[in-house]
């Protein structure tokens, strides 16, 4: 089978970025997702979901041990692009979480992502009649560690897992149909986006951010 390719850049992408951080001044600051910022700065959007904390030194090790083993699994399964899709359109789907329900917060991590491939090889794998149950659990508890625990982003956990189950739906019934595959992940694309340029209107999150402001 073809090499993980895409997994080994995005890891390769996160320590690199890491290694900056912690070597240049002010570099974590200008990559994290800030909903207030977005429209101003859109490369957060991707920059968020690559940056790790600098602080908390099992952050990166931990989702970088994560993305091997899950991405180990599903990028054979479902080809480059359309893993690297679903990695990039669930850590988007996190960002309008997180603007949605914690729109004052500073974010970065790969978490919402991994949410979204963990959830997405839990529905494939349960198409293909395979044992998901485990899949299930290990969701679970993670996303009731990230409510519960404090300290870590449970909005983009759950962003990511709801758009996660949706793709993998998408990839699982339409996987002989290769043109209604693209078409529908090109709607959910143009969809998430939308969602997530709306979700950080300046003018929303004001409204949000500051009670009894009127736009």
């Known amino acids: 089978p073809d090499a ?10 996160c320590v690199v970025i890491w290694l900056l951080q912690l070597v240049v001044p002010g570099f974590t600051n200008a990559l994290v997702f800030f909903a207030p910022f977005t429209h101003a700065q ?12 600098t602080s908390t030194l099992l952050h990166l090790p931990l989702n970088m041990y994560t993305l091997w083993i899950f991405g180990m699994m599903l990028e054979p399964i479902l080809g480059r692009w359309r893993y690297a899709t679903v990695y990039l359109l669930s850590m988007v789907g996190g ?21 979204g491939l963990m959830a997405a090889l839990m529905v494939i794998v349960r198409h293909l009649g395979g044992q998901y149950i485990q899949l299930l659990v290990l969701l679970g508890v993670n996303l009731l560690f990230g409510v519960l625990g404090g300290g870590v982003s449970w909005q ?45 209107d300046p003018s929303f999150l004001a409204a949000r951010l500051i009670p009894g402001l009127q736009g």
């Open 95 to 115: 960002w309008i979480s997180v603007a949605l329900l914690a729109p004052a917060t500073p974010v970065l991590g790969a978490s919402g992502a991994l949410f």
């Open 4 to 13: 993980p390719l895409v997994t080994y850049g995005i890891i390769a992408a």
């Open 42 to 53: 859109p490369w957060r959007i991707i920059t968020g979901g690559f940056a790790h904390s």
């Open 156 to 200: 983009a956990h759950v962003g990511g897992l709801v758009v996660g189950l949706v793709l993998g739906m998408i990839l699982a019934r339409t996987r002989y149909r290769v043109r209604s595959q693209t078409i529908w992940l090109s709607v959910c694309a143009v969809v998430l986006v939308v969602g997530l340029w709306m979700a950080t």
